[in-house]
């Protein structure tokens, strides 16, 4: 994607300081070190911007928890059928999925969702047994893992291969899963902040709702409409935030994409492997005559490309910005920078106490 910055490598751990002081006095594990392997294999080979997945840690992360194994183990059996029921309020669900790196961005987040008190709809998709007991103990019943968790298992051994890719592209699968509970969802990357409440956008009654990703600037009163592809017969549809009702062309839209995904396992493109957006978009061309689809509108929902490009648009357009997306940046340091320089970064001071989780260690 031509707009896309240009990869940046990191190549090692042990220029900050920081990455190690978190381990320095405990043993590492195995796991850990798999893991290390694991998000240099990420970061060298698969720097897209998009999924949380691949934004590169340089730091690792070591929360601790003080559940007692009894409740590890109601943790591990919560179903999400039994955790959309409880985190729904008026049919609705906000999902994100999380590994616990991450688990920064997603305080970030849910500090800005708390804003907006959506955050007892919140339900974040665990991605490892970290995150899961994290959450829960200090937020109980907002999180659940879904069978396999992210570990050495699924990861470091398996990478490149169609378990890996299985394990990446389940997005659209715990989101039909949802659907078919009967609930409206949406979903977001943690790495986006909410500036006001975007429910009031999700006009009418249309089964999709979701942004665009290109950075160029669209009339204010632009169409509503899948927008047509560009000159590489490419859309840019963003798979970080997505409306869905419970409806049959939402259902449509997500068995599309999984198919697109399943059809892309042996892709000799490791871009596909590496990030759901182009099967996302390939679903939403194939199914748009089936499906009553939704363009959010740009000013309110800005990709990063534009948001944190262009400082006279943001003067222009002050005040009508809704959901801001950290993206068009690599790595998980500098886009945390990114964030801090424009004053979205709330997790480090005494903002912290705003999110349900409340300061995380
Ligand atoms: C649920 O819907 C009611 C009525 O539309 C609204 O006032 C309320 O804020 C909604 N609650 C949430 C959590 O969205
Ligand atoms: C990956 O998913 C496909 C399609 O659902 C399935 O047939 C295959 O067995 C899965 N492979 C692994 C290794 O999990
Ligand atoms: C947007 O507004 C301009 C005039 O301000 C008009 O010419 C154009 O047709 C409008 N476009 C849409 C999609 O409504
Ligand atoms: C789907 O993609 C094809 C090929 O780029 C294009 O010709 C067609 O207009 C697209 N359809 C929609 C609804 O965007
Ligand atoms: C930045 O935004 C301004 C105001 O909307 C616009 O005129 C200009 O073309 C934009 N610059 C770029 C590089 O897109």
């Not at 955790?83 to 999902?95: D, L, M, P, Q, Y």
């Not at 919140?122 to 968790?149: F, M, Q, R, S």
């Not at 049959?248 to 399943?262: C, D, F, R």
């Amino acid at each position: 994607m031509a707009q896309q910055p240009q990869r940046i490598i990191k190549s090692s751990f042990s220029s900050s300081p920081r990455s190690y002081s978190s381990i320095s006095n405990r043993p590492v594990s195995l796991l850990l070190i798999l893991l290390l392997a694991l998000f240099l294999i990420l970061g060298v080979l698969l720097p897209w911007p998009g999924s949380p997945l691949l934004l590169f840690p340089n730091r690792v992360s070591s929360y601790s928890t003080s559940l007692s194994p009894e409740a590890k183990s109601k943790w591990r059996d919560y179903t999400l059928a039994e955790a959309a029921k409880f985190v729904a309020k008026n049919g609705t669900v906000i999902v994100c999925a999380v590994s616990s790196p991450f688990l920064p961005f997603l305080n970030n987040w849910l500090i800005t969702v708390s804003r907006q008190k959506h955050q007892d709809q919140v339900l974040v998709i665990a991605e490892d047994y970290t995150t899961l007991y994290k959450v829960n103990e200090k937020w109980p019943g907002h999180a659940v893992l879904i069978p396999p968790a992210l570990d050495s298992k699924t990861t470091a051994h398996s990478f490149g291969s169609q378990g890996f890719f299985n394990f990446t592209a389940r997005r659209p699968q715990h989101l039909l899963h949802i659907l078919e509970l009967g609930y409206n969802v949406m979903y977001n990357d943690v790495d986006m902040v909410w500036l006001q409440d975007p429910f009031q956008y999700l006009e009418g009654s249309h089964d999709a709702y979701f942004t665009d990703d290109m950075p160029e600037i669209k009339p204010w009163n632009h169409s509503h409409d899948l927008p047509p592809p560009d000159g590489n017969g490419e859309t840019y549809i963003c798979s970080c935030m997505i409306y869905l009702r419970p409806t049959n062309g939402a259902k449509v839209l997500m068995k599309k994409w999984i198919e697109e995904l399943e059809s892309q396992v042996w892709s000799e493109s490791i871009r596909f492997k590496a990030n759901d957006q182009p099967a996302f978009n390939l679903a939403l061309n194939k199914t748009a005559n089936q499906v009553d689809l939704y363009l959010l509108s740009q000013v309110a929902f800005p990709t990063g490309g534009l948001y944190f490009n262009n400082e006279t648009w943001v003067k222009e357009t002050k005040g009508k910005h809704v959901i801001i997306h950290n993206n068009y940046i690599i790595g998980y340091d500098k886009k945390m920078k990114r964030f801090h320089e424009y004053g979205l970064w709330l997790v480090d001071d005494i903002h912290a106490l705003e999110s349900p989780l409340g300061k995380l260690q």
